[in-house]
T-cell receptor, first 115, second 111 residues
Framework: GAGVSQSPRYKVTKRGQDVALRCDPI?????LYWYRQALGQGPEFLTY????????KSGLPNDRFSAERPEGSISTLTIQRTEQRDSAMYRC?????????????FGPGTRLTVT | QKEVEQDPGPLSVPEGAIVSLNCTYS??????FMWYRQYSRKGPELLMY????GNKEDGRFTAQVDKSSKYISLFIRDSQPSDSATYLC???????????FGEGTQLTVNP
């Protein structure tokens, strides 16, 4: 079946612009996670949802970052007033949740470049 | 100090070698221990997971967890060039919560 999909795959934006990154989880997966991965590093947690409820947003770097999952399926990560330090690979993952929540499946990522 | 420490390598071995990859951690609350494989320009792919201490074997791969030492390992037997990738350890205190990753070890298996 289809895996986690993310769009766009690449995004180049100018400093100060807002960007919206989209994640479409595996069908039936109730939990959705956002991570950010710098080159040569492991993914770093940003936030996650169970259904439409945001369970943990402690990894969001500052209030320019926000995420939503209004219908418990597709999620959007929004970065306002982008800065060059926001340039990174943004990865989404999903899981069945509950006792199977350790098994997180990752999407291909969105490469964000802020110029 | 990072919660999860992993030697970034790079590690280069000949085909057929046994590979040992390791991570240490500091948070005793971690209960689930995962190994992900990440090919260049791809997302991480879950290889194996272990709950609490013990060993788990899947084909050429064996995962070991020693909670008393806060040390986990992944062994790859009869390594193949197709095993060349970055291997990331990841940990989670309870099912469904956030993964904490090591920085990954870059492995190259030479034919």
């Amino acid at each position: 079946g289809a895996g986690v999909s993310q769009s766009p795959r690449y995004k180049v934006t100018k400093r100060g612009q807002d960007v919206a990154l989209r994640c479409d989880p595996i069908s039936g997966h109730v939990s959705l996670y956002w991570y950010r991965q710098a080159l040569g590093q492991g993914p770093e947690f940003l936030t996650y949802f169970n259904y439409e409820a945001q369970q943990d947003k402690s990894g969001l770097p500052n209030d320019r970052f926000s995420a939503e999952r209004p219908e418990g399926s597709i999620s959007t990560l929004t970065i306002q007033r982008t800065e060059q330090r926001d340039s990174a690979m943004y990865r989404c993952a999903s899981s069945l949740g509950g006792l199977a929540g350790y098994e997180q499946y990752f999407g291909p990522g969105t490469r964000l470049t802020v110029t | 100090q990072k919660e999860v420490e992993q030697d970034p390598g790079p590690l280069s071995v000949p085909e057929g070698a046994i590979v040992s990859l390791n991570c240490t951690y500091s948070n005793s609350a971690f209960q689930y221990f995962m190994w992900y494989r990440q090919y260049s320009r791809k997302g991480p792919e879950l290889l194996m997971y272990t709950y609490s201490s013990g060993n788990k074997e899947d084909g050429r791969f064996t995962a070991q967890v020693d909670k008393s030492s806060k040390y986990i390992s992944l062994f790859i037997r009869d390594s193949q060039p197709s095993d060349s990738a970055t291997y990331l350890c990841a940990m989670i205190p309870t099912s469904g919560s956030r993964l904490t990753f090591g920085e990954g070890t870059q492995l190259t298996v030479n034919p």
